[in-house]
């Protein structure tokens, strides 16, 4: 069982930046594969970000095209913490991100919200124009 919760959403303008940060309780977040989610009113859930299991530097990761080359997934296993770290945001990214993890073992993380287990609250990210 691991608890998470997400922190660092808000309103920025296009072009601007936000760190999210996903806190997660437990002492077997090492062992997780952990991602990011985003959901837009009226819209599925989608994978943003993923990161394997492991050790925090040379994990396995995974973007959405949407995300790739302007957001950077990472976690500080001593600190049992997620980051995304989001840059040169759109309108279109606007969204609830939400934080997962999955304790089943796998070669690559998951890509879809079915392979995650454990969900935070979400937290809400409005980029304006």
């Known amino acids: 069982q691991v608890q998470l919760v997400e922190s660092g959403g808000g309103l920025v303008q296009a072009g601007g930046s936000l760190r999210l940060s996903c806190a997660a309780s437990g002492r077997t977040f090492v062992n997780y594969n952990m991602a990011w989610f985003q959901q837009a009113p009226g819209k599925e859930r989608e994978i943003v970000a993923a990161?394997?299991?492991?050790?925090?530097?040379?994990?396995?990761?995974h973007y959405a095209l949407s995300a790739e080359g302007r957001f950077t997934i990472s976690k500080d296993n001593a600190k049992n913490t997620l980051y995304l770290q989001m840059n040169s945001l759109k309108p279109e990214d606007t969204a609830i991100y939400y934080c997962?993890?999955?304790?089943?073992?796998?070669?690559?993380?998951?890509?879809?919200?079915?392979?995650?287990?454990?969900w935070g609250q979400g937290t809400q990210v409005t980029v304006s124009s």
């Open positions: 997962a993890a999955d304790p089943t073992w796998r070669r690559v993380p998951g890509t879809s919200a079915n392979q995650y287990d454990y």
């Open positions: 990161i394997g299991s492991g050790g925090s530097s040379g994990a396995s990761t």
